[in-house]
């Protein structure tokens, strides 16, 4: 009885020495964690400095990320549908990529955003529908600003859009901005185009629907990258002169998340408000006998969710 006692107060002396124990190296290693930080303050903080120095200097700067996302499936006598045998699948993908030239006296930026989407649903057992991948989202953007600096934050620019699609019906439409005026750069990584003075060429087959116009141009870009977290937000507005029917705009948004080596989660959405697409569709698409007055005139959308890389 004795020794029994005996053990087990020592186990009670063991399990209480190692607790006191562990609890000592744990008030050590916050007190180590407080003494790395204390260093490593300072130094982020010139490394930041350094950093905002090196985005101040002349010269180019290039970069490229985009997002990949879809699925797959395949279903073989799955009763409890109302489709037991079928194959269905879904792939997206955003590219957005930039190039931008920086001087004391002027700046030239470029860049490239690039939205592709397809889609399948093959029902086995019918032979009318496809079995292939249909294009479904289909955007192409290039875009061009040369400014001359008058001011640390406002230069007097010159701006070339271009918009169609690429894997359908390319260039119809398609649509070409040319125009001059202001940029304004209110503070870092954002931008804002002003241009009173901007034609909107329009390419299409159809010349009863789609047609160019003399008008206004308003573009606002933000792109910002904070750690593993990337951003870029882009509105374009183009205002007609003529009437509002020919006027357009879209607002696209990505966003990245790094994980490992460039590789990480994304997300993209986008909004588009055109008259003249909505018009063309309800008319040689569908058929419909409508007009710019009696179009319902649907706010169009889309978003991608997946895998991303940036480089």
């Known amino acids: ?54 985005d101040g200097m002349p010269g180019w700067r290039k970069g ?32 957005n990529a930039f190039a931008n030239l920086k001087q004391e006296k002027f700046f030239w930026n470029n860049s490239l955003n690039l939205n592709l989407g397809w889609v399948k649903l093959d029902n086995k057992d019918i032979d009318t529908d496809s079995e292939d991948f249909e294009a479904l989202t289909d955007v192409f953007q290039l875009t061009s600003l040369y400014g001359r600096n008058i001011s640390k934050t406002f230069a007097v620019s010159a701006l070339g859009e271009y918009r169609t699609t690429l894997l359908n019906n390319f260039n119809d439409p398609g649509y070409l901005d040319l125009g001059v005026g ?38 606002a870009d933000y792109t910002r990258k904070i750690g593993a977290i990337g951003f870029k937000s882009n509105l374009s507005i183009f205002s007609s002169y003529e009437t509002s029917d020919l006027s357009n705009w879209t607002w696209t948004n990505n966003f990245s998340y790094t994980l490992w080596k460039g590789i990480g989660v994304g997300f993209d959405f986008g909004l588009r408000n055109n008259k003249q697409e909505a018009l063309n569709y309800q008319v040689n698409t569908l058929g419909n006998a409508v007009t710019f007055d009696t179009l319902d005139n649907e706010l169009q959308s889309f978003y991608t969710v997946g895998l991303s890389y940036s480089f």
Do not use: C
């Open 182 to 219: 202001g940029t304004w750069t209110p503070i870092e990584n954002l931008i804002v185009v002003i241009h009173p003075l901007n034609y909107n060429f329009v390419f299409a087959d159809d010349d009863t629907i789609f047609n160019s116009s003399l008008g206004a141009k308003i573009v």
């Open 1 to 54: 009885m004795k020794k029994t006692i005996l053990a087990i107060a020592m186990v009670f002396t063991v399990a209480l020495i190692n607790a006191q124990t562990k609890e000592e190296l744990e008030a050590q290693i916050a007190s180590k964690k407080d003494s790395i930080a204390a260093l490593t303050g300072p130094i982020q903080g010139r490394v930041d400095a350094l950093q905002a120095q090196i």
């Open 64 to 95: 490229a990320f985009g997002t990949i996302g879809g699925s797959l499936s395949n279903f073989n006598n799955w009763f409890a549908q109302g489709t037991p045998n079928n194959s269905s699948g879904n792939i997206g993908i955003t590219g």
